[in-house]
């Protein structure tokens, strides 16, 4: 489906670390959250109860939500259902890690955000990259009310201004001060190696990090890679 108007109902595919944070922080926002592991739900229904989220299978949440976190292992990205996530509103907070996924050169290419790649697999949905750039720890400990003295802010990377609204609406809702980084393609300044990766800082210093990408060592490597053509 087309989501234009808010997120009532959040699914999140990966029920690690960073998973249940967003899940947690989803329930007390009130929005009603379905979470996804790998295979059967039920080992994990009992703790995602008590922070008020549903434990589901990948199906269900699929056709349960409105729009899908994945929260999952990147190198996983190609079991993801893309003939029914077609037409979705797919938030991708997935980076590559070695220690995870393998030694996969395909998801280290500089030549290519890792979010262009899943859109490719999932070839029918709208892919925005978020959610993933700052570390879990301090997704739970930093959520703030909208306005309050010291919040800081995540970047949101995708193609639609319509997507990038409801998905900073979410953003903001979770605790954080949504900075839209560009298109899709952007999102490599969201990856581990670029400055904002890892980053615990206001909209400010998230805008200056994102706007000084193209002099920083990994926007060198990436330019390099890409024939002197950073993304936009």
């Given at each position: 489906?087309?989501?234009?108007?808010?997120?009532?109902?959040?699914?999140?595919?990966?029920?690690?670390?960073?998973?249940?944070?967003?899940?947690?922080?989803?329930?007390?926002?009130?929005?009603?959250?379905?979470?996804?592991?790998?295979?059967?739900?039920?080992?994990?229904?009992?703790?995602?109860?008590?922070?008020?989220?549903?434990?589901?299978?990948?199906?269900?949440?699929?056709?349960?939500?409105?729009?899908?976190?994945?929260?999952?292992?990147?190198g996983r990205y190609r079991t993801l259902p893309a003939e029914s996530m077609r037409g979705m509103l797919v938030i991708?907070?997935?980076?590559?890690?070695?220690?995870?996924?393998?030694?996969?050169?395909?998801?280290?290419?500089?030549?290519?955000?890792?979010?262009?790649?899943?859109?490719?697999?999932?070839?029918?949905?709208?892919?925005?990259?978020?959610?993933?750039?700052?570390?879990?720890?301090?997704?739970?400990?930093?959520?703030?009310?909208?306005?309050?003295?010291?919040?800081?802010?995540?970047?949101?990377?995708?193609?639609?201004?319509?997507?990038?609204?409801?998905?900073?609406?979410?953003?903001?809702?979770?605790?954080?001060?949504?900075?839209?980084?560009?298109?899709?393609?952007?999102?490599?300044?969201?990856?581990?190696?670029?400055?904002?990766?890892?980053?615990?800082?206001?909209?400010?210093?998230?805008?200056?990090?994102?706007?000084?990408?193209?002099?920083?060592?990994?926007?060198?490597?990436?330019?390099?890679?890409?024939?002197?053509?950073?993304?936009?």
């Amino acid at each position: 489906m087309t989501v234009t108007s808010p997120i009532r109902t959040l699914g999140i595919i990966g029920a690690g670390r960073l998973g249940r944070v967003l899940a947690a922080l989803a329930a007390d926002a009130g929005y009603r959250v379905l979470i996804a592991r790998s295979g059967d739900p039920a080992p994990i229904a009992r703790a995602m109860s008590a922070i008020g989220a549903e434990a589901a299978s990948v199906s269900d949440v699929v056709a349960g939500a409105d729009a899908v976190v994945l929260a999952l292992p990147l190198g996983r990205y190609r079991t993801l259902p893309a003939e029914s996530m077609r037409g979705m509103l797919v938030i991708d907070a997935m980076n590559y890690w070695w220690g995870a996924d393998g030694d996969r050169p395909d998801l280290d290419d500089p030549r290519t955000s890792t979010s262009e790649l899943v859109q490719k697999h999932l070839a029918g949905a709208r892919v925005v990259k978020g959610l993933g750039h700052m570390g879990y720890q301090d997704v739970e400990d930093e959520a703030r009310p909208a306005g309050a003295s010291g919040r800081k802010a995540i970047a949101i990377a995708g193609e639609s201004a319509d997507d990038l609204e409801v998905v900073s609406r979410l953003v903001d809702d979770l605790g954080f001060d949504p900075v839209i980084a560009g298109g899709l393609a952007s999102g490599i300044m969201l990856e581990p190696g670029a400055d904002a990766f890892g980053a615990d800082v206001d909209a400010g210093e998230l805008r200056e990090m994102l706007d000084g990408f193209a002099t920083s060592r990994r926007g060198i490597v990436v330019a390099r890679a890409r024939g002197g053509v950073l993304p936009a």
